[in-house]
């Protein structure tokens, strides 16, 4: 079993930054992918951006330039570093951690609101 635990989301105004991080625990192996979703009221979830163990990023259209994934495997973390905020950025943010194959764990989420 995995735990997820999100932290560093809250009110921001447009155009301004934030860093959110995930802590993992449990049985985490040394290959996987960990990953930030979001999820704004009335939509689906959606993949915001992916890091692979290896370091390998993948991100979504809307965030590219914007938000940078990084991570710490020592340390069992991923950060989502999101810059010029825009109010379309306003959802709940996941993170997940993938591996083994068929293996899926999410956080709680952590509420991001863009708002002047």
């Known amino acids: 079993q995995v735990q997820l635990v999100e932290s560093g989301g809250g009110l921001v105004q447009p155009g301004g930054s934030l860093r959110l991080s995930c802590a993992a625990s449990?049985?985490?192996?040394?290959?996987?992918?960990m990953g930030w979703y979001r999820q704004a009221p009335g939509k689906e979830r959606e993949l915001v951006a992916s890091?692979?163990?290896?370091?390998?990023?993948n991100s979504a259209d809307s965030v590219k330039g914007r938000f940078t994934i990084s991570r710490d495997n020592a340390k069992n973390m991923v950060y989502l570093q999101m810059n010029s905020l825009k109010p379309e950025d306003t959802a709940v943010y996941y993170c997940?951690?993938?591996?083994?194959?068929?293996?899926?764990?999410w956080g709680q989420g952590t509420q991001v609101t863009v708002s002047s």
């Open positions: 890091i692979t163990s290896g370091g390998s990023t």
């Open positions: 449990g049985s985490i192996f040394s290959r996987n992918v």
């Open positions: 997940n951690v993938r591996q083994l194959g068929t293996q899926s764990y």
